[in-house]
């Protein structure tokens, strides 16, 4: 670890002003007290090895998902033959097989699309579909289309007042987010909690979801974190990206996957292997209310030489 792993909370910024508007921002999140963050770094080097990976992860990371619902978000937005945009097909179906071994009573995939309206098309062309039905009992369910309810937003960061959400969303016991981990020229990257934007529905809020960035980008991100809970994270850091992401920057063998039970732990420990200042990231400083993000209060389950000469 090096020493620039310091508590998010204290965002370096210029001038007091600034300093007083990013506690102010902080204050509005609501604060929940919690034991140390769960979290993980696991050598990958291809996505050959993801099934035994994923499966080591998970037993680490012991997910309390016997006999429940899950619902497994991961990170779809168009395809590129040549780009990592996606979170890769052999993790998402991996993870299905790992956590029905772990006594899951169903696993459902679902996302929403922010930038292609034909999800079906989607599916074929990134490989998701045939990796599920490898798997099987797994079904994917189009967020953008799904049966909506209105849920009352929990924090005071956005001038949303509620969200329509979908039905498969709000009935999963477990939700996990699967992001790729990606660089992102307005967010700075977009990992866990920004992988929460698919969740929202185009058909009520358009293609590309402009409403969430009109609110402003990293109040939304921790708005949706907030009033939609992630339980644990899959982050795909096998083959990242970074430079001008989430879509058009360039492909980074991290050969790692990352593993938590903290939302905002994760995605400060995914900048780390990036090799990006966690407290640079404005809804990391945010959101630290929501969960335990400083790597001194995090429980290290695994790591290995190859992930930590990269962050160093």
Same mark, same amino acid.
């Given at each position: 670890m090096t020493d620039r792993r310091k508590a998010l909370g204290g965002l370096a910024l210029a001038g007091t002003s600034a300093l007083v508007i990013q506690q102010s921002l902080r204050d509005r999140v609501p604060r929940t007290p919690r034991p140390p963050s769960r979290v993980a770094v696991l050598r990958c080097e291809s996505y050959d090895k993801a099934y035994q990976v994923v499966w080591d992860g998970l037993k680490l990371l012991a997910p309390a998902v016997r006999g429940k619902s899950v619902l497994l978000k991961p990170n779809l937005v168009e395809y590129s033959a040549t780009a990592p945009i996606n979170t890769h097909p052999t993790i998402i179906a991996a993870a299905v097989d790992s956590l029905y071994r772990l006594g899951a009573a169903t696993v459902t995939v679902g996302e929403g699309p922010?930038?292609?309206? %034909?999800?079906?098309?989607?599916?074929?062309?990134?490989?998701? /579909?045939?990796?599920?039905?490898?798997?099987?009992?797994?079904?994917?369910?189009?967020?953008? #289309? %799904?049966? +909506?309810? /209105?849920?009352?937003?929990?924090? /005071?960061?956005?001038?949303? $007042?509620? @969200? &329509?959400?979908? /039905?498969?969303?709000?009935?999963? %016991?477990?939700? +996990?987010? =699967?992001?790729? +981990?990606?660089?992102?020229? &307005?967010?700075?990257?977009?990992?866990? =909690?920004?992988? @929460?934007?698919?969740?929202?529905?185009? $058909?009520? #809020?358009? &293609?590309p979801k402009n409403v969430l960035h009109w609110q402003g980008i990293d109040n939304s991100i921790v708005e949706l974190a907030s009033t939609i809970p992630i339980h644990y994270v899959i982050a795909d850091g096998i083959v990242a990206m970074k430079g001008n992401g989430p879509l058009h920057g360039y492909p980074v063998n991290l050969a790692c996957l990352v593993f938590a039970d903290d939302p905002v732990a994760a995605d400060a420990l995914c900048c780390d292997v990036l090799g990006i200042e966690a407290d640079s990231i404005r809804h990391l400083a945010i959101g630290t209310g929501l969960a335990s993000p400083t790597p001194s209060n995090c429980l290290h389950l695994g790591e290995n030489d190859k992930s930590r000469r990269q962050r160093d």
């Open positions: 922010g930038h292609v309206r %034909d999800t079906e098309l989607l599916l074929e062309e990134c490989g998701l /579909r045939s990796a599920l039905q490898e798997v099987g009992r797994a079904k994917f369910v189009d967020l953008n #289309y %799904d049966e +909506i309810h /209105r849920v009352q937003t929990t924090t /005071r960061l956005t001038g949303l $007042s509620e @969200l &329509w959400l979908p /039905r498969t969303v709000l009935a999963a %016991d477990v939700l +996990i987010s =699967m992001p790729k +981990i990606k660089t992102h020229h &307005w967010a700075g990257v977009t990992l866990s =909690m920004k992988n @929460l934007f698919g969740v929202v529905p185009g $058909s009520v #809020y358009g &293609w």
